[in-house]
């Protein structure tokens, strides 16, 4: 079956690193997201992961991905009150035109 | 370059009438796919066009129904409104044509509530 899981809340202080774990079900997913949305906005695509790797750096952003337990974790480096926001993991099972099936989301709240 | 871009920005509508969202795509792109987003919620795939054609669906009722046309724009319409299709209703677009080169971008969304 199809289904992502994700923790819904996470605190942080400002400049400290935030860690947003996910799981995901379809070992044939081929495309892994981590998306952004501020409130009352759309969604903005952080990064994406293909499934033959297992570290993606971007700044202040890293994705690892563990494809053997189905994990994927988003790293964000000294994090900023910029940063807070509802993170969304996301996969596609075959082609990155596919369906989007997206976890719940994370709300990353930063602590001054 | 346009980004994909959706009107109305909110939309109030009652129980049993009837509505209709618009998408443009991004600029290159051909295929466009709405996902409803309900409160607190992640995304949901409601169903995607390419070619003027449904080619994926997703759980939705046909109260769901969708149109693109030859410019690669897409309307979304949704019949005998009810309380639960409150929701912002997102479109992202993509190009197939492009051999799975780019990845999907949402537009800002359209937020619907139903009284």
């Known amino acids: 079956g199809e289904d992502v899981e994700q923790s819904l809340f996470l605190s942080v202080r400002e400049g400290d690193s935030s860690v947003i774990n996910c799981t995901y079900t379809?070992?044939?997913?081929?495309?892994l997201y981590w998306y952004k949305q501020e409130p009352g906005a759309g969604l903005q695509l952080l990064t994406y992961i293909f499934s033959n790797m297992d570290m993606k750096q971007d700044q202040r952003l890293t994705v690892l991905l563990n494809k053997k337990d189905k994990h994927l974790s988003l790293r964000i480096a000294d994090t900023q009150t910029g940063d807070s926001a509802i993170y969304f993991c996301?996969?596609?099972?075959?082609?990155?035109?596919?369906?989007?099936?997206f976890g719940k989301g994370t709300r990353l709240h930063i602590l001054p | 370059d346009a980004g994909v871009t959706q009107s109305p920005t909110h939309l109030i509508k009652t129980r049993g009438q009837q509505v209709t969202l618009r998408c443009s795509p991004k600029?290159?792109?051909?295929?466009v796919s709405w996902y409803q987003q309900a409160l607190g919620q992640g995304p949901q795939f409601i169903f995607q066009?390419?070619?003027?054609?449904?080619?994926q669906r997703g759980n939705f009722p046909d109260r769901f129904s969708g149109h693109q046309f030859p410019n690669y724009s897409s309307e979304l319409n949704v019949n005998a409104l009810w309380l639960g299709d409150s929701a912002l209703y997102l479109c992202?677009?993509?190009?197939?044509?492009?051999?799975?080169?780019?990845?999907?971008?949402f537009g800002p969304g359209t937020r619907l509530t139903v009284l």
């Open positions: 996301a996969e596609t099972p075959m082609n990155r035109d596919d369906k989007i099936i």
């Open positions: 600029s290159g792109h051909d295929t």
């Open positions: 379809d070992s044939s997913s081929t495309y």
């Open positions: 066009y390419y070619e003027e054609e449904e080619r």
């Open positions: 992202a677009s993509s190009s197939v044509t492009s051999g799975n080169t780019d990845t999907q971008y």
